[in-house]
C-alpha cells in the first residue's frame, strides 16, 4: 500500500478528503484536524453564509492500527461534554485500519487495497482495473475515476456505520429514560430485540 492522498470536491453534496498512509505520521489526529479545516476552507467562498458548508469527512485509510484500539474502523464525531449528546457541526473524521482483513465488506475491501493478484481480490472494480494495468503498463491508469468508486464505497459503508452507532446511541438514551417497552425501542431503531436486550442489561449494570 503506497502513501496517496486523493482530494474530491463534492460527492453527494459531502467534501471528502481520502488518505492512503503506510506511516503512523502520516494520519496523525492533528493533521486529521488540519485537513478538516482545509476542507471547510476550499469549499466556502468568501463572504458565504456558514450554513452553506458542505458535511464534510476526512478518510485515513492506514497500514496500522493508527489508535491503537484494536477496531478497524473508528468514527470521531465532537461531542457535548457531560451531556452525551452530538455537537452536530456535520464535520466526521474515520480511520480505517488495513491491518483487519476480515470477511466484512469493509475487511474484504482493506484486504483489496493490500494484494497484488486481481485472482485474489474480492471487489470488481478493483479486479478490473489491475488487470487493465498489468495487461499494458503503457496504457494511462485513470486513478481518479478508479478512485471515485472506491470513496463511493468508503463513503456508504462510513456513512451506514454512523447512522447504527447513532441509532444504538438513541436507544440507550430511550432505555435510561424509561419511556418506551424493549420492543418498542427495537421497533423504532429498526434493532433486532436481542442486541436491545443487551444494551438494557448492561445499562442496568
Same mark, same amino acid.
Given at each position: 500500500m503506497s502513501d496517496l492522498m486523493f482530494m474530491r470536491s463534492l460527492i453527494d453534496g459531502k467534501a471528502v478528503n481520502i488518505e492512503i498512509q503506510r506511516q503512523d505520521k502520516g494520519a496523525a489526529v492533528k493533521r486529521a484536524r488540519y485537513n478538516s479545516s482545509m476542507l471547510d476552507t476550499n469549499s466556502l467562498p468568501t463572504g458565504e453564509n456558514?450554513? &452553506?458548508?458542505?458535511?464534510?469527512?476526512?478518510?485515513? /485509510?492506514?497500514?496500522?492500527?493508527?489508535l491503537k484500539l484494536n477496531e478497524p474502523i473508528y468514527f470521531i464525531e465532537r461531542m457535548i461534554v457531560g451531556k452525551n449528546e452530538f455537537f452536530n457541526d456535520a464535520a466526521h473524521i474515520v480511520y480505517v485500519n488495513n491491518s483487519i482483513q476480515d470477511d466484512t465488506p469493509l475487511g474484504k475491501l482493506m484486504h483489496d487495497f493490500s494484494c497484488a493478484d486481481p485472482a485474489k481480490m474480492f471487489y470488481k472494480e478493483i /479486479?478490473? =482495473?489491475?488487470?487493465? %494495468? =498489468?495487461?499494458? $503498463?503503457?496504457?494511462d491508469f485513470e486513478m481518479p475515476g478508479f478512485m471515485d468508486k472506491i470513496i463511493e464505497k468508503?463513503?456508504?459503508?462510513? &456513512?451506514?456505520?454512523?447512522?447504527?452507532?447513532?441509532? /444504538? =446511541?438513541?436507544?440507550? @438514551?430511550?432505555?435510561?429514560?424509561? @419511556?418506551?417497552?424493549? $420492543?418498542?425501542? &427495537? =421497533?423504532? %431503531?429498526?434493532l433486532p430485540i436481542e442486541e436491545v436486550r443487551a444494551l438494557a442489561a448492561k445499562n442496568s449494570v
Amino acid at each position: 500500500m503506497s502513501d496517496l492522498m486523493f482530494m474530491r470536491s463534492l460527492i453527494d453534496g459531502k467534501a471528502v478528503n481520502i488518505e492512503i498512509q503506510r506511516q503512523d505520521k502520516g494520519a496523525a489526529v492533528k493533521r486529521a484536524r488540519y485537513n478538516s479545516s482545509m476542507l471547510d476552507t476550499n469549499s466556502l467562498p468568501t463572504g458565504e453564509n456558514f450554513d &452553506a458548508l458542505p458535511e464534510t469527512y476526512v478518510i485515513f /485509510i492506514t497500514e496500522r492500527d493508527v489508535l491503537k484500539l484494536n477496531e478497524p474502523i473508528y468514527f470521531i464525531e465532537r461531542m457535548i461534554v457531560g451531556k452525551n449528546e452530538f455537537f452536530n457541526d456535520a464535520a466526521h473524521i474515520v480511520y480505517v485500519n488495513n491491518s483487519i482483513q476480515d470477511d466484512t465488506p469493509l475487511g474484504k475491501l482493506m484486504h483489496d487495497f493490500s494484494c497484488a493478484d486481481p485472482a485474489k481480490m474480492f471487489y470488481k472494480e478493483i /479486479i478490473d =482495473k489491475v488487470r487493465l %494495468f =498489468k495487461v499494458d $503498463e503503457e496504457e494511462d491508469f485513470e486513478m481518479p475515476g478508479f478512485m471515485d468508486k472506491i470513496i463511493e464505497k468508503v463513503r456508504r459503508e462510513t &456513512a451506514e456505520e454512523v447512522r447504527r452507532e447513532t441509532e /444504538i =446511541k438513541n436507544a440507550l @438514551k430511550i432505555i435510561e429514560n424509561g @419511556k418506551l417497552t424493549l $420492543e418498542e425501542i &427495537a =421497533k423504532c %431503531f429498526s434493532l433486532p430485540i436481542e442486541e436491545v436486550r443487551a444494551l438494557a442489561a448492561k445499562n442496568s449494570v
